[in-house]
């Protein structure tokens, strides 16, 4: 069976609206690989989706890469992969106004507990400033067909909070808040020491994508220089079990600015508008690249992202 032979990664997701109305206590689960932006869409997909002639229903496979067992989307196509993992799923919707986002649903966006015990899932963890995300448990056949096996809550929680300031808008007697900066936290949810990595290179601004309802989007001016960096043991930060590292993002720094394609970077302080949210991303190098670290093996490899915000002091 899948269950025993599958082979078993780890998705990331929160949980929402639980209690079916038949079947007992269930939560409704909404991966981060459920929105799919049209950057990852391959074979016929893009071309589709740019006629505006993707439609609901149509199957779609999800190629997977994986860091440690936490798996995260290569992309998506309509052609099935050989000799790769992939995930089976099918289109649930298309939004064609301006929008690059696909939705996918995998039959695994519903997962059944004991009953009562549905509102404890519900509820995203939360630990002090630190929401931990909660990671299920897929066992994946080669011919892609998934079956939801358990669930665990992430080793490393991540927390964001904003220094804001409000003023009068130019030349008027409108007060606004302005975002001012950003700190960034990742705390050890774990009963064991973790290492992470703790330099600026491991941290990147990204537009969130489900917010993304135009064609030419905001771009981080520092996204093609995180790859290239190789850590050291100094850049390598032992946290013991509830210890935690913060780090402060200037918005005013040009390091943070942002632009879109043919405009002149810019501070994200004080883009209001409400699909321009923003989320700080902690990506750690990968394994490959740590191997001869002294604390090597206690290194969390994977990727937290922020909750979304704006320029306007607002956090979703």
């Keep these: 069976t899948i269950l025993r032979k599958g082979r078993v990664i780890y998705c990331r997701t929160a949980p929402i609206d639980p209690r079916h109305p038949f079947r007992g ?89 004991e009953q009562n015990k549905g509102r404890e899932l519900e509820r995203t963890r939360i630990r002090e400033d630190a929401q931990i995300p909660l990671e299920m448990a897929v066992a994946v056949a080669r011919n892609g067909t998934t079956v939801l096996k358990g669930y665990r809550w992430s080793k490393l929680g991540v927390g964001l909070k904003l220094e804001t300031v409000t003023t009068n808008l130019s030349n008027t007697t409108q007060r606004v808040t302005l975002t001012k900066s950003a700190e960034f936290i990742l705390m050890n949810a774990s009963k064991e020491n973790i290492g992470v990595i703790n330099n600026m290179a491991c941290v990147s601004l990204e537009q969130d994508t489900l917010r993304v309802w135009e064609n030419n989007p905001w771009q981080w001016v520092g996204k093609d220089t995180t790859e290239q960096f190789i850590p050291s043991d100094p850049d390598v930060k032992i946290l013991k079990p509830g210890e935690e590292i913060r780090i402060k993002i200037d918005l005013a720094d040009p390091q943070w600015f942002v632009n879109k394609e043919g405009e002149k970077p810019r501070t994200i302080t004080g883009i209001s508008d409400w699909n321009a949210r923003f989320r700080v991303i902690y990506r750690a190098p990968s394994i490959e690249k740590c191997s001869s670290l002294k604390n090597a093996s206690l290194i969390w490899h994977g990727y937290m992202m922020s909750r979304a915000f704006n320029g306007g002091g607002r956090i979703d």
């Design 25 to 113: 206590d269930y939560i409704r689960l909404d991966y981060e690989i459920s929105h799919v932006h049209t950057n990852f869409l391959r074979g016929k997909l893009a071309e589709l989706k740019a006629k505006n002639q993707l439609e609901k229903g149509k199957k779609v496979y999800a190629v997977m890469r994986t860091e440690g067992d936490i798996a995260s989307l290569d992309y998506l196509t309509d052609e099935k992969p050989a000799g790769q993992l992939f995930l089976k799923g099918r289109i649930e919707s298309v939004y064609y106004y301006k929008t690059p986002i696909v939705n996918v649903s995998y039959g695994i966006e519903a997962f059944y507990v």
